[in-house]
C-alpha cells in the first residue's frame, strides 16, 4: 500500500509544495472561533458574530474562480503573496479594531476574505503537471487526508489562544501564521519552477493561451456536475459539524463536540491514507454512495430515534463514516484535475472553491432549521440527503480521457521532466501520447480501467 507514497515523494518538489501549502492554509479552520468569540465579546450576540463570519466566507467564495484565472496566467508566486500580505493585515486590523465600532468588521471581513489564501486552488491544479497516474491519485488523497489535521490542530491551537490570551492575540497569531504560509508557498513554488502558466494541453482545443475569449467553464456539463457535487458534499459534512454541536449542546455538555468530531476526522485520516495507496483510478460513483451511506447509518442512534446514555457510545459508527470522506473528496478532486482544461485548472478549482463556500452559507441554516423541527436525527436525514444527491450527480460525470502510460521503473510522469527553477519546471517534451490506460501488473483494474477503490 506504501509503493504509491514512495514513488510520489520521489517526484521533486512534491512534499515541500504539499507542506507549504497546506501551512497557508493552517489559519482557515481556526478564523471562524477567533472571530467569534471576538465579536461576541463586542456585542453580546451570536447573530452578529455569525454574520461577521459569513462575511468572510461570502468574500472567499466571491473571488474563487477570479484568483483561478489569475493563477492559470502564470505568477502564482506573486499572487500567492499579495494575497497573504492583504489578508494578513486585514486581520491584524481586525484584531486591533476597538469594540465600540464593531460595525466596521463586516466590511473589513468581506474586503478580507477577498484576499484569502488560494493555496488550495492553485496547488490542486499543480498536481496534475507533477504527477501521473498512481501517484496523481495518491497526492490527491495525501492532502485530502493532510487536510483533516488541520481541521483538527488549527481550532485546538486557536481555541487555547482564545482562552490564555484572548480573541484578539488569536486573532494576531492566526494572520502571522498566514503570513509565513504565503512566503513558504510561494518560494515553493519558485523552488519547482511550478509559477508559470501550464504547459498547453492536447484538451484545450482553441482555448489555448492565446484563444480569446474563451467559453466558460460553467458551460461544460461535466464541471458542472463536480462543481455542484462539490457543494452537496460539502454541505452534508459541514451539516454534520453542526450536528455535533448542537447534539452536545442539547446535552449542556460541549465537551463531547472535541470528542465526536475528533473520532469522525480521525476516520477520515484513516480512510484517505488508505486509499492514497490503492492502485488504479478510484471508483468515483462507489465512493459517493459509500459517504452516503455512512451519514445515514447514523440516524438511527441520535435522538430522538435512540437516547443513548452518552454520545460516546456512537464514536465506532463515526469512526467508520468518516473512512469515507477523505476518499470521497479526493476523486472528486482527481476527476476535476483530469477533467478541467490544463491551462485552466485553477479557474476550476476556484470555482469548486466557490461551491465550498455556497456550502458553508447553506448548511448553517438548513442544518439548524431541520434540527429545530426534528431535533438532530433530523440534521443527520438532512446531511445524508445533500450527500445522497452528490451521489447520485456522480452518476452523470464522465470517465477522464486516457492517460499516456507510465514508462516502467520510472517515478516522474513519463514524457515530463524535473529541470532547475531557472529552466522551468515540469515542461512537455512532446504531445502528449493518446491511448488506453495500461493495466496494472497486480491485475487489479477491471473492466473499464477503475479499481475497486
Known amino acids: 500500500m506504501l509503493a504509491n507514497y514512495r514513488r510520489l515523494f520521489a517526484v521533486p518538489h512534491v512534499l515541500s509544495l504539499l507542506a507549504w501549502s497546506l501551512t497557508a492554509r493552517f489559519y482557515i479552520p481556526g478564523l471562524m472561533i477567533a472571530v467569534t468569540f471576538l465579536v461576541e465579546e463586542w456585542t453580546g450576540s451570536y447573530t452578529l458574530a455569525g454574520l461577521v463570519t459569513g462575511a468572510f466566507t461570502l468574500g472567499i467564495a466571491l473571488v474563487g474562480p477570479l484568483r483561478g484565472r489569475m493563477a492559470d496566467r502564470g505568477g502564482t508566486d506573486r499572487l500567492v503573496l499579495v494575497c497573504g500580505v492583504v489578508f494578513s493585515v486585514g486581520l491584524l486590523g481586525l484584531a486591533l479594531l476597538p469594540g465600540s465600532l464593531w460595525w466596521l468588521s463586516v466590511p473589513l471581513a468581506l474586503g478580507t476574505g477577498l484576499f484569502g489564501t488560494p493555496a488550495n486552488q492553485v496547488v490542486r491544479a499543480l498536481w496534475p503537471r507533477l504527477t501521473h497516474g498512481p501517484e496523481r491519485q495518491a497526492i490527491y488523497a495525501a492532502e485530502a487526508t493532510t487536510q483533516e489535521l488541520l481541521f483538527v490542530f488549527s481550532p485546538i491551537l486557536t481555541a487555547g489562544v482564545v482562552a490564555f490570551a484572548g480573541a484578539r492575540w488569536a ?33 484545450d482545443g482553441p482555448e489555448g493561451a492565446d484563444a480569446v475569449p474563451r467559453r466558460s467553464l460553467l458551460r461544460r456539463p461535466a464541471l458542472v456536475m463536480l462543481f455542484l457535487m462539490c457543494l452537496l458534499m460539502v454541505g452534508g459534512v459541514m451539516g454534520m459539524d453542526l450536528v455535533i454541536v448542537a447534539w452536545a449542546n442539547e446535552l449542556n455538555a460541549p465537551h463531547y463536540v472535541m470528542g ?99 456550502a458553508g452559507a447553506v448548511a448553517g441554516p438548513l442544518t439548524g432549521a431541520l434540527v429545530d423541527l426534528m431535533g438532530i436525527a433530523g440534521g443527520v436525514l438532512g446531511a445524508t440527503a445533500l450527500v445522497l444527491a452528490a451521489a447520485l450527480l456522480s452518476l452523470f460525470v464522465p470517465d477522464p480521457r486516457p492517460e499516456a502510460p507510465e514508462a516502467p521503473g520510472s517515478a516522474v510522469p513519463a514524457g515530463r521532466h524535473p529541470v532547475g527553477p531557472r529552466a522551468g519546471a515540469f515542461q512537455l517534451r512532446g504531445q502528449r501520447q493518446q491511448g488506453a490506460l495500461s493495466a496494472h501488473p497486480s491485475g487489479e483494474h477491471g473492466a473499464d480501467g477503475q479499481s475497486p477503490g
Open 171 to 203: 486573532l494576531l497569531v492566526l494572520s502571522v501564521l498566514a503570513l509565513l504560509g504565503a512566503f513558504g508557498f510561494a518560494r515553493a513554488l519558485r523552488r519547482a519552477g511550478a509559477a508559470g502558466p501550464a504547459p498547453i494541453d492536447g484538451d
Open 260 to 358: 465526536l468530531a475528533s473520532v469522525w476526522a480521525l476516520g477520515s485520516l484513516v480512510g484517505g491514507a488508505i486509499a492514497g495507496g490503492l492502485r488504479g483510478r478510484p471508483h468515483l460513483v462507489r465512493r459517493c454512495f459509500g459517504s452516503a451511506l455512512g451519514v445515514a447509518v447514523l440516524v438511527p442512534f441520535v435522538p430522538p430515534v435512540t437516547h443513548l446514555p452518552t454520545p460516546l457510545l456512537i464514536t465506532p459508527l463515526l469512526f467508520v463514516s468518516g473512512m469515507a470522506l477523505a476518499p470521497t473528496l479526493a476523486a472528486v478532486m482527481g476527476r476535476l484535475g483530469d477533467l478541467a482544461p490544463a491551462r485552466r485548472r485553477a479557474e476550476a478549482f476556484g470555482w469548486m472553491a466557490t461551491a465550498m463556500g455556497t
